[in-house]
T-cell receptor, first 112, second 112 residues
Framework: KAGVTQTPRYLIKTRGQQVTLSCSPI?????VSWYQQTPGQGLQFLFE???????NKGNFPGRFSGRQFSNSRSEMNVSTLELGDSALYLC???????????FGDGTRLSIL | GQQVMQIPQYQHVQEGEDFTTYCNSS?????IQWYKQRPGGHPVFLIQ?????EVKKQKRLTFQFGEAKKNSSLHITATQTTDVGTYFC????????????FGKGTTLSVSS
């Protein structure tokens, strides 16, 4: 079956702009989690959506938001981009929260 | 809040040497999961441990879950260059629906 699909793969933005990233989970998976990965910081948890509801949230400012649609696809939005937002953003899906995660290839976001 | 610490952060070995990474949680876990991320890739699920004192093997990899369900280890016997990458542990809390907490990972490099 198809894996987790993230679009776009690469994105270049400037400070102050906003960006929307998309994630299509594995069919049947209802939980979608988002992570920010930067060198030396590991995987920092942003939030998790389950059945269109945000169930868990990491320690990120309100500029980071997300949503999940009825087909379990999820989007993540970052507003007023800062240089420090440059990172690899990974989406992962699972049947339900806490179960083994299946990661997408990520979106590499660069802020100029 | 719950924290998962992983050591060492980096490890370099000669091919054929053994390697171990350790994971410690500040709270009791319901399960521990291990992931591997190859350079330029995304994390890939390796294994899940759920029972106190559980030991599982995958070829040259041995995974252990501590008796108190607060620590875990991954041991690789006779490393190969294909073992290169970052190994992450992720702890699942007892409370249902709680997000996984990832450690910062151990990056393994292997020279032949």
């Amino acid at each position: 079956k198809a894996g987790v699909t993230q679009t776009p793969r690469y994105l270049i933005k400037t400070r102050g702009q906003q960006v929307t990233l998309s994630c299509s989970p594995i069919s049947g998976h209802r939980s979608v989690s988002w992570y920010q990965q930067t060198p030396g910081q590991g995987l920092q948890f942003l939030f998790e959506y389950f059945s269109e509801t945000q169930r868990n949230k990491g320690n990120f400012p309100g500029r980071f938001s997300g949503r999940q649609f009825s087909n379990s696809r999820s989007e993540m939005n970052v507003s007023t981009l800062e240089l420090g937002d440059s990172a690899l953003y990974l989406c992962a899906s699972s049947l339900w929260g806490g179960q083994p995660q299946h990661f997408g290839d990520g979106t590499r976001l660069s802020i100029l | 809040g719950q924290q998962v610490m992983q050591i060492p952060q980096y490890q370099h070995v000669q091919e054929g040497e053994d390697f171990t990474t350790y994971c410690n949680s500040s709270t009791t876990l319901s399960n521990i999961q291990w992931y591997k991320q190859r350079p330029g890739g995304h994390p890939v699920f390796l294994i899940q441990l759920v029972k106190s004192g559980e030991v599982k093997k995958q070829k040259r990899l041995t995974f252990q879950f501590g008796e108190a369900k607060k620590n875990s280890s991954l041991h690789i016997t006779a490393t190969q260059t294909t073992d290169v990458g970052t190994y992450f542990c992720a702890g699942g809390a007892d409370q249902a629906g709680t997000a996984l907490i990832f450690g910062k990972g151990t990056t393994l490099s292997v020279s032949s």
